[in-house]
């Protein structure tokens, strides 16, 4: 395909670059920073909701609009919710719908591969045609195209990214276990009566797993800033969800005027990218030492 690519995993991959560019080499300092970054936001998704300091959803139209400081740290909307409430509130809304949605586009590409590299060539050669289709669409475009003709919900949003991810890791894994099958190894155990299937869940499957633990560790940055792309767009959960895209978009018309409504939940959108980036790029350069930078 060409053009700009604009799938998770190399929107990953940019963000996890380029912050490599500004830190410069990696080093094992960054990477924990990166690690222990990701670690406390995934338990701020978890927990988060149950520590809120006020409720995320109730409305105050006294209070709305207050800036930063006295009994609101971050601030509160025109409906006079706590910003910072809705932050945590949405760090699991959009966190953990992020990583269910690399973890199911990650199941479906594998299982769709491996039956791909099982099958006769002619059906193999169909299915990556199906693919072809898929990975020819941007990423964001159809993403969005279809999450609009399910309806405004998360659930849309992760069955439309989850459609629009699913063929960049079936054609991934699907040529490295056609390579795999190919070897000599594999061609000896069938020849000793090993069926293929049997090789595939024993042997090929598992000695493969690397390149996708290193697609959905870059595709996890990609996901979120995609999800709060498309809830902004207005396709996410309706109001009053907290995710963080449609805080953005909720806070826009202040910009001006309140401009802590739009930019808090932006700054949390930015930091999990970036962490999730470096993490990913890290984990990149732990399984395959060749893509380490050594500027």
Do not use: K
Not at 139 to 153: D, F, K, M, R
Not at 212 to 217: E, G, I, L, N, P
Not at 220 to 242: K, Y
Request: aromatic share 6%; glycine share 12%.
């Amino acid at each position: 395909m060409t053009g700009i690519d604009l799938s998770t995993a190399a929107v990953g991959r940019t963000i996890g670059g380029g912050m490599r560019r500004v830190f410069g080499r990696r080093t094992p300092a960054v990477d924990r920073f990166a690690f222990a970054c990701v670690v406390l936001l995934l338990l701020l998704a978890v927990a988060g909701p149950f520590v809120t300091p006020f409720s995320p959803y109730e409305v105050d139209p006294a209070g709305a609009l207050l800036a930063p400081g006295g009994g609101h740290l971050l601030g509160t909307d025109d409906a006079g919710r706590d910003v910072f409430s809705r932050i945590l509130a949405g760090a699991g809304t959009t966190l953990l719908a992020a990583v269910g949605i690399v973890v199911l586009s990650m199941v479906v590409g594998v299982l769709v591969a491996s039956v791909a590299a099982l099958l006769p060539r002619w059906a193999d050669e169909a299915i990556m045609r199906v693919c072809d289709i898929f990975m020819s669409i941007p990423s964001l475009v159809l993403a969005l195209g279809l999450a609009a003709a399910i309806g405004p919900s998360l659930p849309s949003i992760i069955i439309a990214m989850v459609a629009a991810s699913w063929p960049g890791t079936a054609r991934l894994v699907r040529g490295i276990l056609r390579e795999t099958m190919g070897g000599s190894y594999v061609e000896a155990a069938q020849v000793l009566g090993v069926s293929r299937l049997r090789l595939m869940l024993r042997h090929v499957l598992p000695n493969s797993m690397d390149a996708v633990y290193v697609q959905a560790s870059m595709e996890i940055s990609g996901t979120i800033v995609m999800m709060s792309g498309l809830a902004f767009l207005g396709v996410g959960a309706p109001p009053p969800s907290p995710d963080w895209g449609s805080l953005v978009a909720q806070g826009q018309q202040f910009i001006t005027s309140a401009w802590w409504v739009a930019l808090f939940p932006g700054v949390a959108i930015t930091i999990s990218a970036i962490a999730f980036g470096l993490v990913g790029d890290a984990v990149r350069g732990f399984v395959d030492p060749a893509s380490r930078s050594t500027r």
